[in-house]
């Protein structure tokens, strides 16, 4: 079955009056000033998915259809009328659309070029309210109902379907999906997209381009989610991350007229955009999802104009002059007078022999929605004893039939906040196994069991289980720094009062004066969040930090040579 497909013969509404408003003749006069009136025939097409959209269009009288275009059936999914405007979030940063815009009637219209657009969402508060809410709604609701140019077909007990299931989720990217493991007719249905169930994950890219297992790179590469950075271009400040830390720094650098560029190898959100809940982070007493917040970070990046590149990774930092010049693994040197590294940590995998064949198919290094569906009513284990193990550990249970908690210490106190040991103490299908660690996991091709060992007593247990969480310690991700920093004895980055003076004169820092808070060895290249020796492990601290960074990349960038 194909989940959030919409048959041709209907039509499917989207959009509240929030989301597909009508510009008063005041915001119609504000918005489309100077710019010419276009007419359109009945059938013309404004735009088709694909195409990277010049900005957006307003209707000034006729109507507009909103088209999905998949597997050559094409459903109106919305119809414009006259003071309507179109366009999403994607366009602000110039991404390919998703869905045909199509004149229903005869009809004129004025094109707003999407740099006029980013001038008026940023300086206009009236009509970047409205813009910006009307977008966020649209993306939200595309999303929801699957509508979009992209079908992945796969399988849950696919580690494969499962990695590209997240990364567009995590990427907030619309697509429908074929469940093989709920297809009555899975022959048929490879037949007809012409695909062998050994292809399987296969994701079909506007109906098109048949992708087999195709790698992160090259979906964003498919989806055209690069498409209209300039690489070449040398910028004011390149982030490389973009996790809380990065994002925050994204936001406030953009926000004060540095030209950013945002490096992800994943997607917006870093290890804390798969978190459950966190509910320790001011300003929302009763929690919010990692994802939303990565979301709403993103969504306000790309209002102040930063860019983001995913599915990018950088491979190393030629150092020797400035402007530093940063290489990806896509072959690109990006040059910047300014660098924030925001890079994070990995969780570390369990030594355990022959577990690296479960990832993806048994064990996993996050807990959402996904993770929760395939776990519901069965047994699972979390390695790990700080806040994510904990808020994994609450979350999977509201559907796990059992969820052991597995840590080496003999307690919680000194990793986990307060009221998670609480909830976790109090909760009847948490078990938690102090002194416990993992020896043994089995299975063909999938986890089938697990076998944990208690410290002090020796006793082991074998179990059942094919779900295992593993959130315990990390490793910053900082090997293509090699040769241009100083590092702690874990690998992470040392800045500032952290430096030594042993550490300044070893990489020769020609500064007179000694490096800022949260700087480097090299002046105006700065460390934040997971990536730093001695960092706080807090969704607010990284976000504080990345802003307190922007501030020190302004002095770093008006010194002399900068």
Known sequence: MMASRVDASDTQILGSPESFPVLSEAQLERATSGLSVRSHGAGDVLLEPGQSPPGIFVLLDGELEILQILDRKSTVVRVLEAGQFTGEVSTLAGRPAVVRIVARTPARVVLIPRERLLTLVRNDADLGDVFMRAFVLRRAELINLGLGDVVLVGSDHCAGTLRIRDFLIRNDYPFAEVDLDREPDVEGLLQQFHIALADVPVLICRGTIILRNPSNDEIADCLGFNAAIDVTKPRDLVIVGAGPAGLGAAVYAASEGLDVLVLETTAPGGQAGSSSRIENYLGFPLGISGRDLARAAYEQAQKFEAKLMVARRATRLDCAR?????????????????????????????????????????????????????????????????????????????????????????????????????????????????????????????????????????????????????????????????????????????????????????????????????????????????????????????????????????????????
């Not at 979350?395 to 052991?404: D, G, M, Y």
């Not at 063909?444 to 082991?460: C, F, K, R, V, Y």
């Open 322 to 562: 400035r402007p530093y010049v940063l290489e990806v693994d896509h072959g690109e040197r990006i040059e910047t007078r300014a660098l924030i590294i925001a890079s994070g940590a990995e969780y570390r995998t369990l030594s355990v022999p022959g577990i690296e064949r479960f990832e993806g198919s048994g064990i996993y290094h996050s807990a959402t929605k996904m993770e929760q569906r395939l776990c519901a009513g069965e047994e699972v284990v979390i390695v790990g004893g700080g806040n994510s193990a904990g808020q994994a550990a609450i979350f999977l249970a509201n559907e796990a039939r059992q969820v052991h908690m597995l840590v080496r210490s003999s307690g919680l106190s000194d990793t986990m906040s307060r009221y998670l040991i609480d909830r976790i103490e109090h909760h009847q299908r948490i078990h938690l196994r102090t002194r416990t660690q993992v020896v043994a996991v089995e299975g063909a091709n999938h986890l089938e069991s697990i076998t944990w060992q208690h410290a002090d007593s020796g006793e082991t247990t074998k179990s059942p289980i094919r779900h295992l969480f593993v959130m315990a310690g990390a490793v910053p991700n900082t090997k293509w720094l090699e040769g241009c920093l100083a590092l702690d004895e874990k690998g992470f980055v040392r800045t500032g009062g952290d430096l030594s003076r042993e550490d300044l004169m070893a990489a020769r820092w020609p500064l007179g004066r000694p490096p800022h808070l949260l700087e480097t060895t090299l002046p105006g290249v700065f460390a934040v969040g997971d990536v730093r020796s001695g960092n706080l492990k807090r969704v607010a601290s990284a976000v504080g930090e990345g802003s307190i960074a922007v501030a020190l990349v302004h002095r770093a960038l008006r010194e002399r040579g900068a």
